[in-house]
């Protein structure tokens, strides 16, 4: 093997390990990655920035407002309320349900529909105790699976369609793929509606645990007039750093200041609401200038003057591996956290001195602006309301939106012009119709990702012109040529599905690329049908809460543990990878014709 095969190899092994471990923001690694081969003389200059010219990245920002633009207006709300029904019958239920979101998955990002379906469907099951379980996860992946079925149902068909530009191959088609990806959904959506009444758990998700579990944690005092704390700031007044206490909010003359500031000045007859450990209310009530209520406070979740949140943190965000207290997250947010929910628990610790993860749940006490502040920001996955007044919706201008993603697709599809083209005339034509505003449209796009999708053409690109990817297809070849080449094949959608779990998708299919075809040049196959396997592996994330983006945003809603993800993960990724291997071949013959 080569000096800079042996290089290259080191750099993505790093790279891998960085991103496997969630020590840096997955943008931040393949840029770091793309550098340090750039700097090393593996790539040149024009090959490191490759990416960055490819029509893939620009694509996938339009297709972000586009997606946008249909979760503000709510255009997927009938699909909620037409197939869900009043009974929670779970297979029947989800029969209806999944169906319809797997098909919008197939021509919009499947993280905004989850954004926007997850609320509804938990509120769904908590009226009708049903379990929220039962429903967050198969949402996830019926998502998921969609997905495989259009070019533009995730952002991996268009980095593969770019890879395969760049290999002088034809780019995939509109509907080229849905060959593959409409069977692939077909079985998965199966095994789903068959198996998860049996292999998923019945969790409470963290909303539930929230409304039936926090009563028991709240308990109120009042300020007593012209007493010691009357006039004093709720930090002068110790009111501040409690021991496992918090104050949520202060009540005065029928309004209410939520979440509680350190700098508020308490006056007297003030209803101050504390959540916490009940052992230390006693401390609390025992001050001097506060007297106890004579029963606990219900929480009110539909207060005109405040609303309870529910916040997924995000890999991506600054909160991962800090406290409360280290981010001021009362200052920066504007926002109490009540409770911490992780891997299906609830948290029973100081709040503040907990170190936040990745998937964390956290729910939270603000104005109703909360979640237009932080939607499309990378410190959440996923932000609803649990109580208040939800924000309006675009009422007729969803009809538009629906309109001009049809035009989109149709058009694309007709091949009147290259999706890029489509994309970006329909992002336009939302922004100039007042569907979205310049800003709205701006924070839509997910930078991170596009800068992922960018610089990982030049980690691929040195992956090939080092000779790694010939080195690991050999490998692969030599140990699966006695199968055949759908034993090849296997091998690489083997390969994709296990990297998926552990990297980001798009990551992954850029890394996995070069190994396919050059696997595919050992064995004198056509290169395309492995590129297709590979683009519907990279998506099928199943195994894990972290492999994907909308597992995680499912992840606490759901209530869910990690090993919950497997128990239907597994059969599902089984199936998935049977379909690849037996239907690719019929599809695409792997011998040149």
Do not use: C
Request: hydrophobic residues 50%; proline residues 5%.
């Amino acid at each position: 093997m080569s000096g800079q095969a042996w290089f290259t190899l080191g750099v993505i092994a790093v790279m891998i390990a960085a991103l496997a471990r969630d020590r840096v923001a997955p943008a931040l690694a393949l840029l770091a990655a793309n550098l340090t081969l750039l700097l090393g003389g593996v790539i040149t200059t024009e090959e490191a920035l490759a990416g960055f010219s490819n029509p893939a990245p620009l694509t996938v920002a339009a297709l972000f407002v586009v997606a946008r633009a249909v979760e503000k207006t709510g255009a997927l709300e009938p699909i909620l309320r037409g197939t869900l029904g009043h009974r929670p019958g779970r297979r029947l239920a989800l029969l209806r349900f999944l169906a319809p979101v797997a098909g919008a998955s197939a021509f919009l990002n499947n993280t905004p529909i989850v954004a926007m379906l997850a609320p509804q469907v938990a509120d769904w099951a908590n009226k009708r105790g049903a379990s929220v379980s039962s429903y967050l996860m198969p949402l996830s992946f019926a998502t998921i699976l969609g997905g495989t079925v259009t070019l533009i149902g995730t952002s991996t068909n268009l980095v593969v369609s770019g890879l395969m530009v760049d290999a002088g191959m034809a780019p995939i088609g509109m509907f080229e793929i849905t060959r593959i990806g409409l069977p692939v959904m077909a079985l998965g959506l199966g095994v789903i509606v068959l198996l998860s009444p049996i292999v998923l758990p019945n969790r409470r998700g963290a909303r539930r645990q929230f409304e039936e579990e926090l009563r028991e944690y709240v308990f109120t005092s009042r300020v007593v007039a012209g007493g010691p704390l009357d006039g004093k700031s709720v930090e002068e007044g110790g009111l501040r750093n409690l021991e496992g206490l918090f104050l949520v909010e202060i009540e005065r003359d029928g309004q209410v200041l939520a979440p509680a500031a350190p700098t508020t000045l308490l006056r007297g007859g003030d209803r101050l609401l504390f959540t916490g450990r009940v052992d230390m209310a006693r401390d609390v009530q025992g001050m001097r200038g506060l007297v106890s209520t004579e029963h606990n406070h219900a929480l009110d979740f539909n207060s005109g003057d405040h609303t309870f949140f529910e916040a997924v943190v995000s890999g991506a965000s600054a909160l991962v591996g800090k406290t409360l207290k280290e981010v001021e997250f009362r200052s920066r947010y504007q926002a109490a956290v009540l409770a911490i929910h992780r891997a299906g628990q609830r948290i029973h610790a100081k709040l503040g001195e907990v170190p936040l993860r990745e998937g964390d749940t956290l729910l939270l006490v603000s104005d109703r602006d909360f979640g237009r502040r932080w939607r499309d920001r990378s410190d959440f996955l996923l932000v609803s309301h649990l109580g208040g007044t939800p924000a309006p919706r675009g009422g007729g201008k969803s009809i538009f939106v629906g309109a001009v993603m049809l035009a989109i697709v149709v058009v694309a599809g007709a091949g009147l012009l290259p999706i890029l083209h489509a994309a970006l005339i329909g992002a336009l034509l939302l922004v100039a119709a007042n569907i979205l505003t310049p800003g709205e449209a701006r924070s839509a796009v997910d930078l991170d990702v596009l800068i992922v999708i960018a610089a990982a053409f030049g980690v691929g690109t040195a992956i090939e012109r080092s000779g790694l990817a010939d080195l690991i297809a050999a490998y692969i070849v030599g140990g699966f040529e006695a199968w055949g080449p759908g034993g090849v094949l296997f091998a690489i959608a083997l390969a994709t599905i296990i990297l998926t779990e552990v990297i980001t998708n798009n990551a992954t299919a850029v890394l996995i690329f070069p190994i396919g075809l050059a696997a595919a040049g050992d064995m004198g196959l056509d290169p395309r049908p492995f590129a297709f396997a590979i683009t519907v592996a990279a998506s099928l994330s199943f195994l894990t809460p972290i492999g994907y983006q909308t597992n995680t945003m499912v992840y606490g809603p759901g209530g869910y543990r990690f090993g919950d993800y497997f128990r239907l993960g597994a059969p599902l990724t089984l199936i998935a990878i049977a379909a690849i291997v037996i239907l690719i071949p019929v599809f695409w013959p792997l011998r040149p014709q």
